[in-house]
């Protein structure tokens, strides 16, 4: 599925991957997979999460307790910055970062690195999240993985937030969220729309 760099003019160039999905699809856990093969290849490998991410500092981690080591920054620029000096770089929640990540991304892939970036890409209302659809636009590859909806055994693509707070950013697990399929989160939708 994922093609080797190719080079042009003495010049070498990276790539974008875009993992993209609902809360419980496997985002992270693909993420980690992709990053522990090109650490296999002894490629340099840096890992990175948003400041706003507050549950776990010093690695991401799936939902079935796979981790891997992270670095937590605070803005796009420090992604470059550091992510600069490396051969393959992963950022987890991407969707928490400015929409300055799209061009730092494309700045590194200019630059000969591999980014790979996993996020949510719809936010609690079934709307595109932040810099994901811009990200995506750009990307060479995306890859949209699936949950599964525990009232329809369906394929579930919506994050439905099962509590009132409104805020578009809630970091939260399953006491916060449920992964439903399109029928079931429309119809969840519509009867918290009547009741307000």
Do not use: W
């Not at 500092?57 to 307790?65: A, F, G, L, P, R």
């Not at 591999?114 to 996020?119: L, M, N, Q, S, Y």
């Not at 932040?130 to 525990?150: D, Q, R």
């Amino acid at each position: 599925m994922f093609l080797e760099n190719s080079v042009h003019r003495n010049k070498q160039f990276g790539s974008i991957e875009v993992i993209c999905g609902s809360m419980f699809s496997g985002k992270t856990e693909e993420l980690i997979r992709r990053l522990k093969r090109a650490k296999i290849a002894n490629q340099k490998i840096q890992i990175f999460k948003p400041s706003l991410d507050s549950r776990n500092n010093e690695y991401i981690e799936s939902h079935d307790k796979n981790r891997i080591k992270s670095l937590t920054v605070k803005t796009s620029y420090d992604v470059y910055d550091i992510g600069k000096d490396f051969d393959v770089i992963g950022i987890d929640e991407v969707q928490f970062f400015d929409d300055e990540i799209v061009s730092v991304c494309n700045s590194l892939a200019n630059n000969g690195v591999r980014v790979i970036a996993a996020g949510l890409d719809m936010d609690y209302l079934g709307n595109p999240f932040g810099p994901m659809p811009n990200l995506m636009a750009i990307a060479e590859y995306v890859t949209k993985v699936h949950a599964i909806c525990s009232k329809t055994g369906n394929i579930a693509n919506y994050s439905y937030r099962k509590n009132k707070e409104d805020s578009i950013i809630l970091i939260g697990e399953k006491d916060e969220y449920e992964a439903l399929s399109r029928e079931i989160f429309y119809e969840k939708m519509d009867s918290k729309n009547k009741k307000t």
